[in-house]
């Protein structure tokens, strides 16, 4: 209805929309365009056109510790960041929920989203060295980074619940609360399962945004535990090698598989809860 | 009548009346609020904070402000970042536009380069361009192969590299809320300015534009704001005699004796951060696009 009505509106100033859209949506895929063919290169060095097909560095990325050692820490640091993250993100989005709209809930939500906004080197630089004036080493652990990550990943999910949250109807909670229903009740039995899927959701966005976050790894991971967004970024900047591309490309497929049946599966959670109000 | 009304109001009167009761968590906010606020201000408020009392121990500031090669370097992160988000508001809006009036096939193709550029790693993208920019990259391939270049291309570790790349990494945060408020344009506004004879360019200007400013305006805020503080793209493939303000701040992190230095262009930056963040909240109520 509003495409139909948006096309005829804009009539012939459709075309040069369209055309130059097309243009910028290949531009979009020209970096992963070259990074996947140099990876499958049979030659020793990194070209592009790639001579000939072989698999070798696909093999090289898994018979090599550089590699397998950051895979695990990574996998490690996101889950616990992100699932820190989700539950308080979830916590804050009932919770703004119920509280009255003023100006005190307007300060509150500019903080919840500032981490979005902070520069992550300045963030680093401050929580490196609060953790160096705690005791017994803890900055040599993996905790600061942990704690780094669920903070900036935070109004990630309490964005994307709050805004789940938006749709659910608040007379649900009334009602529920008028038949004597205690708040723990109301938000087990009533708000969560509504929300799970954006919950869900949230998680996966966090997990998949800690996975890649560099910058805070590397300032804040310990000598001995490097991320894989760190080790690609320090094997980035000393040599560029073909196990380069062959990482970069596992990664690209793996992150588009899990985010996209991420977005299928809210997507399924959203319009079924439309089509529950319609 | 006027008792039954009354009876069926006590319980919610009897909240009303009771205020403190709500205050302590009668509906569960304070028990929810609590612990996420003690967790941003410990890991958030504290950590910031402390750059200051660093900052203060060896009068970081002032070395900080003196030193020429930081002033430059706010200049070039300033200018980078303006650059970049209104190369991006340009761009990321006639995208978002592109998706809403394409048809379907197409808009399904650009929906899918879309979100592979927003789920492909940072890095890898980055990467990337630094393949793109080698000497004898695909730009030289290209080129050598339209009989149009002979000598090696250079761009790689030039300032001006920096900026292709940017844009490419910041596109989504423009295209998707843009494209959200354009889901949101009522139809019978359209309507309304075709039946009334309004040509395409009036309606694009009157009617369709103004309804996606705040969209816009959220995203090319959120691009500005992230360009000021980037750290591994401009790293990567920016000129190393020409650092931005991050890349500084990362070059005497762990140099012993420049702590307060680093402390306090850290906060400069972060000051700029919140200026730009607050200034645009106020006016375009960008927290709201954000966290309804």
Not at chain 1, 69 to 80: D, K, N, T, Y
Not at chain 1, 116 to 137: M, Q
Not at chain 2, 106 to 120: C, D, K
Request: glycine share 8%; with cysteine; charged share 10%.
């Amino acid at each position: 209805m509003m495409d139909r009505e948006l096309r005829d509106g804009l009539g012939l100033a459709r075309i040069p929309f369209l055309v130059l859209g097309v243009v910028l949506g290949l531009f979009m895929l020209v970096p992963l365009a070259i990074v996947v063919p140099t990876s499958w290169t049979a030659g020793q060095l990194l070209e592009f056109p790639p001579k000939g097909f072989s698999l070798q560095w696909y093999r090289a990325v898994f018979d090599d510790d550089t590699w397998t050692g950051p895979i695990m820490v990574s996998l490690r640091v996101s889950l616990f960041a992100s699932l820190l993250s989700t539950v308080m993100g979830t916590a804050t989005a009932l919770g703004m929920r119920r509280l009255m709209q003023g100006r005190t809930s307007r300060v509150m939500r500019s903080l919840f989203i500032m981490p979005l906004a902070i520069p992550y080197v300045s963030y680093a630089l401050g929580i490196y060295h609060l953790f160096l004036k705690l005791p017994s080493g803890l900055a040599d652990t993996t905790l600061p980074l942990i704690l780094a990550q669920a903070t900036i990943t935070f109004p990630l999910v309490y964005v994307v619940v709050a805004g789940a949250l938006a749709n659910v109807d608040p007379r649900l909670s009334s009602a529920a609360s008028t038949m004597g229903a205690r708040w723990p009740t109301i938000l087990w039995r009533i708000e969560l399962p509504l929300i799970k899927t954006a919950i869900i959701g949230g998680w996966v966005f966090a997990f998949a945004t800690c996975f890649d976050e560099a910058t805070l790894a590397i300032f804040l991971s310990p000598v001995d535990q490097t991320t894989l967004a760190q080790q690609l970024y320090r094997e980035a900047s000393e040599s560029i090698a073909p196990t380069l591309s062959a990482v970069s490309t596992m990664i690209t497929m793996l992150a588009i598989l899990v985010l996209g049946i991420g977005s299928l599966i809210m997507g399924r959670g959203t319009a079924a809860r439309r089509g529950g109000n319609a | 009548m006027n008792d039954t009304t009354a009876t069926a109001t006590v319980p919610a009167g009897g909240r009303l009346a009771s205020p403190l009761r709500g205050a302590l968590g009668g509906n569960g906010a304070l028990w929810l609020l609590v612990p996420p606020v003690t967790f941003l201000v410990l890991l958030l408020v504290v950590p910031l904070g402390f750059l200051v009392y660093l900052a203060l121990q060896d009068s970081g500031f002032s070395k900080a402000l003196g030193d020429e090669i930081f002033r430059a370097s706010i200049w070039r992160t300033l200018v980078l970042a303006a650059t970049v988000s209104v190369l991006t508001l340009i761009f990321g809006t006639i995208y978002a536009m592109a998706l809403a009036i394409a048809p379907k096939g197409v808009a399904i193709a650009l929906l899918i380069a879309l979100f592979t550029l927003f789920w492909t790693s940072l890095l890898v993208r980055t990467y990337g361009w630094m393949l793109l920019y080698l000497p004898q990259g695909p730009i030289y391939s290209v080129l050598h192969g339209l009989g149009l270049r002979d000598a090696p291309v250079e761009v790689f570790q030039k300032t001006a590299a920096a900026y292709p790349a940017m844009v490419h990494v910041m596109l989504p945060y423009v295209v998707l809320p843009v494209y959200a408020a354009i889901r949101q344009l009522d139809p019978m506004h359209l309507r309304a300015a075709r039946v009334l004879g309004a040509g395409p360019l009036l309606t694009l200007r009157k009617v369709v534009l103004p309804q996606l400013r705040s969209g816009i305006m959220a995203g090319a805020v959120l691009v500005f704001v992230m360009s000021l503080g980037f750290y591994v793209t401009p790293q990567l493939l920016g000129s190393p005699t020409g650092p931005m303000v991050a890349s500084l701040i990362g070059a005497s992190f762990n140099t012993p004796g420049e702590t307060s230095t680093a402390a306090a262009m850290s906060l400069v930056l972060l000051a700029v951060v919140i200026v730009v963040y607050v200034a645009a909240d106020r006016v375009f109520k960008v927290s709201e696009q954000w966290g309804r």
